[in-house]
């Protein structure tokens, strides 16, 4: 006997219509508005038992050693929940907490050891208030919006296709972010902390140096972010200013310019 049977849906239906397998009785569809995913991430920013706090560790390391396979990740985070960007604020926790370390202690050594100039409580409060909240946060909402319209208007294969992320956009930065703080923050200041701000030319080339490296860094990375979106064309508009770069570069040296020593000053006329 031949029982009569509903027909076989279509796999374009779904938005994973490149697995064999059906969609999850959870999964979330492509329409979901950006205003829902912003208050999903904002509501979990309260909520430290719910972040994967190894899993973001794990992200930190490798954007030294191999930053292809975290954006590797992303992809499949698109094809499980049907967003390029992290839903998970730990990585972002994770930065400002190292953010804010690094801040007070780049304060202590450059400030007091080497400047000779002692600060408040106060004044190391609003020096961190003013790099995590600002330099990071401020800028980093102004640079993701940038690239982000940019991508939208410039690079989209097909106009009425998907559009980049916001979400995705300040993943990007934020990812792109770790790097040269690590560099900047903590290992020009360990390491070479006396040589750096010496009137030396050669400490000039040690501090530009070190500059140089984390420019280049965060420029890679937000190439890798961006060409990982298939929806994208003609992404290597992102490593356009790496000859400008160079250029710029010996261009300090021969005048001299410590590019540490100015940003010391800048910190020190914004706490003083």
């Keep these: ?64 050693v191999a930053p292809q396979k975290v954006f590797r990740n992303f992809n499949y985070r698109k094809h499980t929940k049907s967003q390029f960007a992290r839903d998970d604020p730990a990585f972002l926790v994770l930065l400002c907490i190292w ?8 304060a202590t050594i450059c400030f007091e050891k080497q400047l ?12 961190v ?17 940038l ?3 940019v991508s939208n208007k410039y690079l989209r294969r097909d106009r009425d296709g998907p559009d980049v992320e916001w979400g995705y956009a300040f ?56 060409s990982n979106l298939p929806m994208l064309r003609n992404i290597r508009v992102f490593l356009l200013p790496l000859p400008v770069l160079v250029i710029l570069y010996f261009g300090t040296l021969l005048v001299k310019w410590n590019l540490s020593n100015i940003l010391v000053s800048f910190y020190v006329y914004r706490v003083l």
């Design 171 to 226: 993943d990007v930065h934020i990812n792109a972010f770790f790097p040269p703080l690590s560099l900047l923050h903590c290992f020009q200041i360990v390491l070479f902390n006396n040589l750096v701000n010496d009137e030396s030319f050669v400490a000039c080339l040690v501090s530009n140096t070190f500059w140089l490296a984390s420019i280049i860094y965060y420029m890679y990375i937000t190439f890798l972010g961006y």
């Design 1 to 64: 006997m031949k029982y009569s049977t509903s027909p076989t849906p279509s796999l374009n239906n779904y938005p994973r219509s490149t697995s064999p397998l059906p969609a999850p009785a959870n999964y979330q569809s492509a329409t979901v508005s950006a205003a829902t995913k912003r208050y999903k991430y904002f509501r979990r920013l309260f909520k430290f038992n719910q972040m994967d706090f190894e899993y973001a560790a794990w992200q930190m390391v490798y954007l030294f």
């Design 129 to 145: 208030l003013y790099v995590v909240f600002v330099d990071f946060l401020g800028a980093g909402i102004i640079v993701s919006t």
């Design 147 to 149: 690239f982000w319209y």
């Design 99 to 106: 953010l804010f370390l690094s801040s007070i202690f780049f």
């Design 116 to 127: 000779g100039i002692g600060l408040s409580w106060s004044q190391v409060v609003l020096f």
